[in-house]
């Protein structure tokens, strides 16, 4: 059964893109393009998927605030 797992995307440095799953502990990687990187989650997400087993809790990603301070 498939499923749907929220990626954050965020620049990081040296000009990588980095992405992470915010459900599953451990889960991030990076890549120089969207494409490759979108690759690298989902391989990732699977990785975790296959050694953590599923969340206990499904999250849904609401939306990002900024705020200043």
Do not use: W
């Not at 965020?10 to 000009?15: A, I, K, P, T, Y």
């Not at 997400?45 to 605030?65: A, D, K, N, Y």
Request: aromatic content about 4%.
């Amino acid at each position: 059964m498939k499923r749907d797992f929220s990626v954050v995307i965020e620049n990081g440095l040296r000009r990588l893109l980095c992405g992470y799953g915010p459900e599953l502990r451990g889960c991030h990687t990076q890549a120089k393009s969207l494409d490759t990187l979108m690759k690298r989650v989902k391989e990732a997400i699977e990785l975790c998927l296959e050694v953590e087993g599923e969340p206990e809790q499904s999250t849904q990603f609401i939306g990002l605030q900024r705020i200043m301070v």
